[in-house]
């Protein structure tokens, strides 16, 4: 299991040069000057717009960039950005933010949709089943700022059980109402999901041997039905948690969150390179992490899966 | 009312009230179009410590039948009408509280394919410990070893930490039946509990479960398909058809003495009871000499196949980078005659399927020659192995997974004239219509999936694409495991007469012997990995050298009852 661990933590490297490379290189690519557009409509002096360009390396080609890019990472200094700001520093401001997020919404979509996927899947064509299928559907249709502005309005402002807006106030309480919009559209894929492995399991021989056994109900359902069934929900949670990890642009937009969507948003907006690889950076050490996290998590679901061969 | 004095009746003559009655039961399943009945009318009683069979073909009822009687039919099925008397206790109406109670404690059950009925995610051990549990019995660590070692599991107290996955086919038998019988039932339902296991294993399992349901004093409703099993375990057999029960009696006299047409037909095409070699000819009616034993007089010494010294050595990882061999094939050698049948015999794992897969070129071999037609196999270029092809034709055991599903049955048969470029689209057409004819399908097939046909029908599309390139070689690895008694003699009887009437070549792999008396001239009997007795199939048969062939002929289920040969 450890050698398993320890080749999947070295195939992180390639990876990681990989996506670094690619979307340094697209950030390069990009068309209009990043330095004109600090100024605005003001024409800053010449001496100037060249002094910043060598100061952020803006003159040099693309290689020795990303070279420097790199010698930066691996001794810990992510160099600043274009408004002077360490960027290490912004990258611990909004990272926590967005993994508090993230970790709210999976947890809903993990609780919700596992627990209303197993019930409409034991009874399927029943009416719980078909209701919330129909449910399921509306809330995969309807576009997630759709949803995230109703909620906005109704939860937020004519309700006001929560704060309409996260701001600065970013913790547990006010990210549950952007949690529960960001959460909703996976937990239908979720609910899905276990429905149809819940219906396919319960058919197993398996299933009907445990029950011939004499076990009740309840514990059919808990011990040949449930575990069976996570299978293949939990791969699908583990993809998604890197996802939301990745910060969601449109809901941290709406309500305002401070997290990694919107940092990486308004960097891109200003072509700063260094910032945007940066988040990549951490991004790509989440996906791995949490695949891995999925992997070992599959092998105590399933034990005929091991990696050690 | 009258129904309950019958009950009475039966009770005073004996003295000892039946265990298990079945009376009048219909079972009625919901499906897409309509409501269907598998079970009408069916009639079944079962005393205190008697094993009473179901035989018959699948869809028959006899499955339904039993899982009625435990109360576990599908979500569609309800029983439609009758009783299902459990110590006079009617259990087709019981609540399903009271079923829970009964199940595992009164009514135990061991169920057909071991392979997918223990969970895989949980250890057997607590496989066995939630059974004790449920029905509140003591269940320590000591009393699951105990209940394990029952069935005949070596070192159980190891064993129960072990996952399915880690367990053979006989082992995880062995489980489900320490399962079925931890909890001491009166009533034990054992639903085909060996056929997918190999004879000898079969043997072993089912003496078993003889001895520990004597001891227990246990009643078995046994299912199988095979009657020379049921004849040889049970005391009573009740044969269904159609959902009904079509005929019930004493094992012994219902077999000499079938009266029903269908039971007279199951007699018959038994492979465990006919003797002797399928004549094709014989069965269309034709008396001509020569198409009558085109095995008995063959070209003199014309070996299409011959296999010299094949080995077949498999690398198998042991972990840090170490390996260990392991032949899977050593040492075998044989010949083949051109327009006789050879079959291959073994148990799984003996490498009679490896043996198959070289003589295909799927698999190269280690060491050793094949030489077909004189040419030795291992020395074709690409084109000339393109061309071996042709030749040399597979059948496979599942016709279920060698068809794509979405082909249709004329692109399936079409394909191998495609890839060999064979004629033109009208041509082509032709043939498959011809094909057709030959297996005996109507040319409407055609345009049909394989999801809508019959496993006997999907084997029969098999053939007809094997025979699609003329070949001369067909290879049959297990092709008639997978279907019932009377489908699987139908489509013996169609090699035979196709082999009669084309001169074929087969090489048949298969774990049956029942099914090698019948089709075989040459028989090869392999035993991990090595070929141990070959012969005609007469002498194998009446007089076996070997003590592993001796064991296989042996566990062939009713090899030993003896019934008059107008009969076999």
Known sequence: ?309 | MTSLDIHIDEADSTGIKPLLEIRDLAITFKTGGGDVQAVRNAHLTIMPGETVAIVGESGSGKSTTALAAIGLLPNNGRVSGGQILLNGEDIAVASERRMIELRGNSIGMVPQDPMSNLNPVWKIGQQVRETLKANGRPSGPDDVAKVLSQAGLPDAHRRAKQYPHEFSGGMRQRALISIGLSCQPRLLIADEPTSALDVTVQRQILDHLETMTKDLGTSVLLITHDLGLAAERADKVVVMYQGRVVESGPSLELLRNPQHPYTRRLVESAPSLASRRIQAAKEQGIETSDLLAPAAEPVAADHILKIQDLRKVYKLRQGMGKSSDFAAVDGVSFDVMRGTTTAIVGESGSGKSTVAKMVLQLEKPTDGKILFDGVDTSLLKARELFKFRRRVQPIFQDPYGSLDPMYNIFRTIEEPLRVHKIGDAASREKKVRELLDQVALPQSTMQRYPNELSGGQRQRIAIARALALDPEVIICDEAVSALDVLVQAQVLNLLAELQANLGLTYLFITHDLAVVRQIADHVCVMEKGKLVETGSTDSVFESPQQDYTKALLNAIPGAKLMLPPEVA
């Open chain 1, 1 to 309: 299991m450890l050698r398993f661990i320890l080749r999947r933590l070295l195939q992180v490297i390639p990876v990681f040069l990989g996506t670094t490379l690619l979307v340094y290189y697209m950030v390069f690519a990009l068309p209009g000057d990043p330095i004109a557009a600090l100024f605005g409509d003001r024409q800053p002096p010449q001496a100037v717009i060249d002094t910043l360009r060598s100061q952020y390396h803006l003159d040099e080609p693309f290689w020795v960039q990303y070279g420097l890019f790199l010698k930066n990472l691996f001794t810990f200094n992510l160099g600043n950005d274009f408004t002077g700001q360490p960027i290490a520093a912004s990258l611990a401001r909004v990272f926590p933010v967005t993994a508090m997020l993230a970790i709210e919404a999976l947890a809903i979509q993990a609780i919700f949709g596992v627990a209303f996927g197993v019930f409409a899947g034991l009874r399927r064509g029943g009416w719980f089943d078909s209701t919330v299928l129909v449910a399921s559907l509306v809330v995969i249709a309807v576009p997630t700022f759709v949803l995230g502005f109703v909620f906005q309005l109704v939860f937020g402002v004519q309700l006001g059980w929560a704060k309409p807006t996260v701001g600065a106030t970013a913790n547990w309480g006010t990210l549950l109402l952007p949690a529960v919009v960001l959460g909703l559209v996976s937990f239908a894929y979720v609910l899905r999901l276990t429905r149809a492995s819940v219906s396919e399991n319960m058919n197993a021989d398996y299933v009907r041997t445990a029950t011939a056994k004499g076990l009740s109900r309840p514990r059919v359902v808990m011990g040949h039905i449930l575990r069976n069934s996570l299978i293949p929900v939990v791969t699908y949670l583990g993809a998604n948690l890197g996802a939301l990890m990745g910060g969601a642009i449109v809901t941290e937009g709406i309500f305002n969150v401070p997290g990694v969507g919107n940092k990486l948003y308004q960097a891109v907006l200003r072509s700063e390179g260094p910032t945007i690889v940066s988040i990549v950076s951490v991004l790509v050490l989440v996906f791995v992490v949490a695949n891995l996290l999925v992997d070992l998590l599959y092998a105590w679901l399933d034990p005929r899966i091991r990696y050690d061969q």
